[in-house]
């Protein structure tokens, strides 16, 4: 491809105060737009792209799975389960690419554990091959990567411990040797959150009980709802929640109409004192060790003060059900926990009830379906952002380059160049190199500012100095520098370039 040919508007500097990968997309001609999903990807980008695309789908076909069409249709694992009659037509692998480029990956399988990260195997052989940093959470059967602002977080540990803080448990609180108060009901006009609450009594938020409802899905259809309580100061980890308690097949939180139905109350105001439904009650362990709490009366403008376990509440089970805090310790290695935010580029989720299918016995076993969705955008966004450690250059690992090697001409009028130029192009596209030639009449320093933005592995400059003894320079890995004859160029690339199948 010539330059001249194609479309790279490339930037001498972006003002706007956009995200440093965004800024260098724009810069390097490839994208135009604030964010990587409120824009337009450009020929350039384009290219890019496709090439993910292919590096994901060859890595899921060498691990087994079939390419498949879904289309708009909301219906698709319905009829793929209705084909799957035994056990030995388990498992099945499928993925399919949307209409924005993101692949959903499927696998039907009746053992979930035995196959889950398999399903992950094809996304992370990709990740391994471009080098790029990652985080595998097999509790979750996600694929975590750290990003500024990103809406997950992980924790890890000096033990090795790490998850989707998840996998490491903390010591239990010193036990409480406050004396049992007596309970006593206040009015609480309005008063809905822990802040307005704490505030409003003129109590620490730690005082204070927070009361979650959910309801329950069993394998058989059933719903059931059950309290969670944890310390007023401290979030549910849902994770955790759904792992604790496997006799569920889903879990949701309670709408208004299932709240009023446990505890005859509005939001804001349920607590675990007397419900009206016989249901069950799980606790976090920090809860255990809480004396004289503050909670929810069941009833509209009241709290409780000085609720204690045992004589006003009596818990089904104690669980380590919250999201831990920076500095917190591990019980394993007692070092500080580390948490990382970031996104998740992969992550598991499963559908129960859709496969049926009989096992060697000839009995009925219901099966899952779990599946992966993969955001192609975010994944490349993760990639320029650690490759380009720099501020003006778009750095890609050589198998996501737009184009294996660029030819700059200096002079790409003159004959000789223009000799020099077809012979290397011929020569690398024998090779199965993709070349891109900028025959643009500028100014040497503007081509090789573009050249440099481009990131592309591998520059082959046409000069008139070198050209005179008939060589030209070869630029690779930054600060490289190699003067050859032109003959010898091209067998020189292939130590230089990955050559491609």
């Known amino acids: 491809m010539y330059y001249s040919k194609t479309f790279i508007p490339t930037l001498k500097d972006v003002k706007a105060d956009y995200d440093s990968t965004i800024k260098l997309l724009n810069k390097a001609g490839m994208f135009r737009g604030r964010g990587i ?31 498949i069409c879904v289309g708009d249709c909301p219906y698709y694992i319905d009829f793929i389960a209705n084909e799957i009659k035994s056990y030995k037509d388990l498992p099945q692998n499928f993925y399919d690419i949307d209409g924005k480029g993101n692949f959903r990956i499927l696998m039907f399988t009746g053992d979930r554990d035995k196959h889950r990260d398999e399903l992950l195997k094809g996304i992370c052989d990709v990740l391994t091959g471009i080098s790029l940093e990652y985080t595998f959470l097999e509790a979750e059967g996600a694929v975590f990567v750290e990003k500024q602002k990103g809406n997950k977080k992980i924790v890890e540990c000096g033990c090795g411990c790490t998850g989707y803080d998840s996998v490491i448990t903390l010591s239990e609180q010193k036990d409480n040797e406050e004396e049992p108060a007596e309970k006593k009901k206040v009015k609480t006009p309005q008063i809905t959150t822990i802040k307005a609450l704490s505030h409003f009594l003129q109590i620490a938020p730690p005082k204070t009980l927070k009361t979650l409802i959910f309801v329950g899905e069993k394998e058989e259809g059933k719903t059931e709802p059950f309290l969670v309580l944890l310390r007023g100061d401290r979030s549910l980890n849902e994770n955790r929640l759904k792992k604790a308690l496997p006799q569920y097949c889903s879990i949701r939180i309670a709408d208004e109409a299932t709240v009023q139905k446990v505890t005859s109350a509005p939001l804001g105001f349920a607590g675990p004192v007397d419900p009206k439904m016989d249901v069950k009650i799980y606790a976090d362990l920090e809860v255990k060790t809480m004396k004289n709490m503050v909670t929810g009366a069941n009833e509209e403008d009241y709290h409780y003060i000085n609720v204690n376990l045992g004589r006003d509440i009596d818990v089904d089970e104690f669980m380590f059900l919250r999201n831990v805090e920076q500095g917190e310790k591990c019980i394993k290695c007692g070092k500080p926990i580390n948490i990382k935010q970031g996104v998740f580029l992969a992550e598991t989720d499963e559908t129960t009830g859709v496969l049926q299918y009989t096992d060697e016995k000839g009995n009925i076993k219901t099966g899952r379906v779990i599946s992966i969705e993969v955001n192609t955008l975010l994944l490349l966004e993760q990639i320029i952002k650690q490759y380009s450690t720099s501020k003006h250059v778009v750095n890609l690992p050589r198998e996501l380059s737009p184009y294996d090697v660029e030819i700059i001409m200096i002079k790409p009028k003159d004959a000789k160049h223009i000799e020099a130029e077809r012979f290397l192009r011929s020569s690398l596209e024998k090779r199965k190199y993709e070349v891109l030639t900028d025959d643009r009449d500028i100014s040497p320093g503007s081509k090789f500012n573009d050249a440099d933005l481009l990131g592309i592995p591998v520059k082959i400059v046409i000069g008139p100095r070198s050209l005179k003894a008939n060589r030209g320079e070869i630029r690779y890995e930054d600060d490289k520098v190699l003067e050859l004859e032109i003959e010898k160029i091209p067998d020189k690339i292939k130590d230089i370039v990955t050559t491609k199948a």
């Open 37 to 67: 999903r409120e824009g337009v990807f450009l020929p350039l980008g384009c290219k890019i792209i496709n090439k993910l695309k292919e590096l994901i789908e060859n890595s899921l076909r060498n691990n087994g799975f079939e390419r």
